[in-house]
């Protein structure tokens, strides 16, 4: 297999403009298999457009992007949560992970719903309806569902910006155990600094529009056997903070 099959997304010389607007590029990105990239950046400066072009839901004006090698299909090869939870609001929450796997053809089993919503800290709630469940658990729910189509990329965007910050604290922490476990590449847009480093195994900052990129960065941090409040609190963590929120207050005039 080359390195190009082993990739799970390539972005190459893209831009994209809505209309007279250039909202994106050039652009040139490579993304390994396994990867938890986090994009970030100023408020319009097109993070959601680079997302949704790795979706398929948008063409790149110029250039190209490619999900595993192939041009992406939209709805296939990738589990997708956004900042609402889109949920079912007539179905239990057993009952839209079980409609998501349905979905993606596969056999709906009680122990595999069960499962799904355990992984995502909500074995206890199946038979409740999504009106019945706070803002925090219906995104869970919206995870476990991204994560019941057996796909090989996880797309969110700003999954969590809805959420009060205790809540989302408790769900970075929650998504960064399970992204660990299941080494889905990954990839997640974000405002927040603090997010991105401690959910990232590489954080990207994108310039204000046309967003290009400002700053490639790796983050090797540990990402098992830690627990959040102590990474939060390591001297390189603090430091790669610095490092990100440099770049992006660099380049934004206010
Ligand atoms: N459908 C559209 N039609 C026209 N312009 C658009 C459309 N979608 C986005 N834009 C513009 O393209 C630029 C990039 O938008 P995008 O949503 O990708 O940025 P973003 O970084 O995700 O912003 P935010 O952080 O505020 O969500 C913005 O200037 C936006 O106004």
């Not at 986090?38 to 979706?55: D, E, F, M, N």
């Not at 709805?75 to 349905?102: D, E, H, S, Y």
């Not at 799904?116 to 469940?133: E, F, K, N, P, S």
């Not at 408790?170 to 603090?194: E, N, P, Y």
């Amino acid at each position: 297999m080359s390195s190009a099959e082993a990739d799970a997304i390539t972005v190459e010389a893209v831009t994209h403009s809505y209309g007279d607007v250039t909202a994106l590029g050039p652009i040139d990105l490579t993304v390994p298999q396994g990867e938890f990239l986090v994009l970030v950046g100023a408020s319009g400066c097109g993070k959601s457009t680079l997302l949704r072009l790795i979706a398929g839901f948008e063409q790149p004006t110029a250039g190209t992007v490619r999900t595993a090698g192939q041009p992406p299909v939209p709805g296939r090869g990738a589990g997708l949560v956004f900042q609402q939870p889109r949920l079912f609001p007539w179905k239990t929450v057993g009952g839209n992970v079980a409609l998501a796997l349905k979905y993606a053809g596969q056999t709906v089993t009680p122990a595999k719903v069960d499962e799904l919503l355990a992984r995502v800290g909500l074995h206890d709630v199946a038979q409740r309806r999504v009106w019945q469940i706070s803002g925090g658990q219906q995104q869970r729910v919206a995870i476990a569902r991204a994560l019941a189509v057996d796909n090989p990329l996880l797309l969110l965007d700003e999954p969590f910006a809805a959420l009060d910050a205790l809540t989302r604290e408790k769900l970075q922490d929650d998504l960064r155990q399970v992204s660990a476990s299941t080494g889905r590449t990954s990839v997640f847009v974000t405002h927040s600094v603090d997010e991105a480093v401690f959910l990232g195994s590489r954080v990207v900052v994108l310039t204000p529009r046309p967003g290009t990129v400002a700053l490639d960065l790796r983050i090797d941090l540990p990402r098992t056997g830690i627990a959040a409040d102590e990474l939060r609190g390591l001297p390189e963590f603090a430091a790669l903070r610095a490092e990100v929120g440099h770049a992006i207050r660099d380049r934004v005039t206010v």
